[in-house]
Structures are given as C-alpha cells and as structure tokens.
C-alpha cells in the first residue's frame, strides 16, 4: 500500500521555467491538498481539492495553479517560476470526517535558481 | 478563526527523560480534532495522535499522550522516557468540524532534541 506518493522527490528549477508536481494517492480519500514548508513558517496551504473536478485557493495560491481531474490524483502547477518558490511542498490526503487526519507525502525539494 | 500557537521555538531533553511540548488552539467550535506530527530531519511527517473535543480521556499511543485540557485551549503532547530517536520538529494541528473542507490547520512547530 503506496499511500500518497509526489513526484518529484528534487527539482532544480531556473526562474520563468515552468513545471509540475504530481501527487497520487490509493486510499479512495475525498480531500487533497497541497502545502509549501518554509523554515520558522510552518505549514502554509496552497490550494485544496474536496473531489474530483474541484479546487480551492489556499492561504497563499499566488503562482501556483492545480487541477484533480481524477479523485485519486492532485496536480501542483508552476507555471513561472520565482526564487520565492523556493520550499519544500507537501501534498496530503484524507477522508472527510472529524477523526481523520492527513496522510502525507514524502514532499517534494525545490530550488528556483 | 482558528489558530494553532505552538510557543517553543526548540527543546532539549535528557535522554529516558519525559518531555512535555506545548499546543494552545483557538476556536469558537464545539467540535474539532487536534493532531500531533512528527517531522524527523528525514522531512517525512508522521502522525502521532488524535484527541477529540468530546473525548473524555486523555490520549494516548504508546509512548505519547496527550494532556488535554479544555476550558484551557490546550492539547499539550507529552513524549515519556524520551530517545534519540525522538529528535525532531512536532506539529501541532486541528480541524474543526463540520467542515466543508476538512482542512488542518498547523502550528509553527517545536524542534525537539534528546541529548543523550
């Protein structure tokens, strides 16, 4: 059982490339989301999906574009990158109910040079 | 609205030690859920534990509990008999509920270091 998989794992990006992080997962969950990890700001939340064929903007969408169109994938999108997007990136998933919690991914590291 | 305050920034523990870390939420809900994860210098994040706001115990997996106290806004995570092992940065996290969305919402974290 994969759980929740992103790929890349490393990226090294130079500023205006564009690029897309995958996140798959095999749980059936209903819920997604995407998260950048800078250090001393915690976990801050890029977009969201609550099923297939719907998405949301997070705390900080800007620069970021995602699309889930099946239930068990959710799409990252950089469409030019920014030394500011320079982070490491999560993507979650769970079920929706109050007892459950993220599955995470093992994030992906990029640089924007 | 919600928020998680996580108020230490880094902690040192004697190894075989119990070590407290600290989580204050804020919320107008009745009903919610707080979380607590682990992120070894691996950067994976691992969950720990989950208490409800209608549990009436306190939590508890194995070597974590979590000391609960409600009209205190508190959920703090107590590590017993602490090992190397144990080094790493604590996330502390709740979800309201119901919720249309389902998101958490994280603390600032707590590095933790266990000195042997």
């Known amino acids: 059982n994969a759980g929740v998989t992103q790929t890349p794992k490393f990226r090294v990006l130079k500023t205006g490339q564009s690029m897309t992080l995958l996140c798959a997962q095999d749980m059936n969950h209903e819920y997604m989301y995407w998260y950048r990890q800078d250090p001393g700001m915690g976990l801050r939340l890029i977009h969201y999906?609550?099923?297939?064929?719907?998405?949301a903007k997070g705390e900080v969408p800007d620069g970021y574009n995602v699309s889930r169109l099946k239930k068990q994938n959710f799409l990252l999108g950089l469409e030019s990158a920014a030394p500011s997007q320079t982070s490491v990136y999560f993507c979650?998933?769970?079920?929706?109910?109050?007892?459950?919690?993220?599955?995470f991914g093992s994030g992906t590291r990029l640089t924007v040079v | 609205a919600q928020k998680i305050t996580q108020t230490q920034p880094g902690m040192f523990v004697q190894e075989k030690e119990a070590v407290t870390l600290d989580c204050t939420y804020d919320?107008?809900?009745?009903?919610?859920?707080l979380f607590w994860y682990k992120q070894p210098s691996s950067g994976e994040m691992i969950f720990l534990i989950y208490?409800?706001?209608?549990?009436?115990q306190n939590a508890t997996e194995g070597r974590y509990s979590l000391n609960f106290q409600k009209a205190r806004k508190s959920a703090n995570l107590v590590i017993s008999a602490s090992q190397l092992g144990d080094s790493a940065m604590y996330f502390c996290a709740m979800r309201e509920w119901p919720s249309n969305t389902g998101k958490l919402i994280f603390g600032q974290g707590t590095t933790l270091q266990v000195k042997p």
């Open positions: 979650a998933s769970s079920y929706s109910g109050a007892t459950y919690g993220y599955t």
């Open positions: 208490q409800g706001s209608y549990d009436e």
């Open positions: 919320t107008s809900d009745q009903s919610y859920g």
């Open positions: 999906s609550v099923g297939e064929g719907t998405t």
